[in-house]
T-cell receptor
Framework: DSGVTQTPKHLITATGQRVTLRCSPRSGDLSVYWYQQSLDQGLQFLIQYYNGEERAKGNILERFSAQQFPDLHSELNLSSLELGDSALYFC?????????????FGPGTRLTVL | KNEVEQSPQNLTAQEGEFITINCSYSVGISALHWLQQHPGGGIVSLFMLSSGKKKHGRLIATINIQEKHSSLHITASHPRDSAVYIC???????????FGTGTLLAVQP
């Protein structure tokens, strides 16, 4: 158990809908990272927050947004969902702000868009 | 061409064998991660390297910054080592992680 929690575990929704994925980092970790893993693209880095502020941005679509709250939990919002958004979404946390730090991964949320 | 290449893509070994997985990258980096993903999907961070060599139990990771290459070695492999092993680099000039496509390892008893 990494100490990182993600909810929900599974999510099934329809095209055009909006969903919110939630992540709670390990106790004391200030950074939260979001990743997408799809069958055709592999693992991709989406975005990083550090202590409430956006720190780094990867291949995140404009339809997606994220935020980190004062209690350090983070939410990833996916809107106008398309079939191609079906994937595993992982959250990870680390103590510090740079991507070179060791990261601890959550169990992931499996999103299926029908 | 991908910025991070792993080889082999698939590897089958007999229990007890010494295993090497390679990662080559084409960008300047400040750190390299090795991750393990089990069949259930969970990801575990194995190593984070910026130079030299690290060892955890039967796992050893090395990096050669000049040659832009890293290796992950597993000694005395065991069926529970069966997983996908993923290399990821933090580009020195960019603040994002770039992933390799992974190596699927199956260790047979």
């Amino acid at each position: 158990d990494s100490g990182v929690t993600q909810t929900p575990k599974h999510l099934i929704t329809a095209t055009g809908q909006r969903v919110t994925l939630r992540c709670s980092p390990r106790s004391g970790d200030l950074s939260v990272y979001w990743y997408q893993q799809s069958l055709d693209q592999g693992l991709q880095f989406l975005i990083q927050y550090y202590n409430g502020e956006e720190r780094a941005k990867g291949n995140i679509l404009e339809r997606f947004s994220a935020q980190q709250f004062p209690d350090l939990h983070s939410e990833l919002n996916l809107s106008s969902l398309e079939l191609g958004d079906s994937a595993l979404y992982f959250c990870a946390s680390s103590a510090y702000g740079t991507l070179g730090n060791e990261q601890f991964f959550g169990p992931g949320t499996r999103l299926t868009v029908l | 061409k991908n910025e991070v290449e792993q080889s082999p893509q698939n590897l089958t070994a007999q229990e007890g064998e010494f295993i090497t997985i390679n990662c080559s990258y084409s960008v300047g980096i400040s750190a390299l991660h090795w991750l393990q993903q089990h069949p259930g999907g969970g990801i575990v961070s194995l190593f984070m390297l910026s130079s030299g060599k690290k060892k955890h139990g039967r796992l050893i990771a090395t990096i050669n910054i000049q040659e832009k290459h890293s290796s992950l070695h597993i000694t005395a492999s065991h069926p529970r080592d069966s997983a996908v092993y993923i290399c990821a680099v933090k580009g020195g000039a960019t603040n994002k992680l770039i992933f390799g496509t992974g190596t699927l390892l199956a260790v047979q008893p």
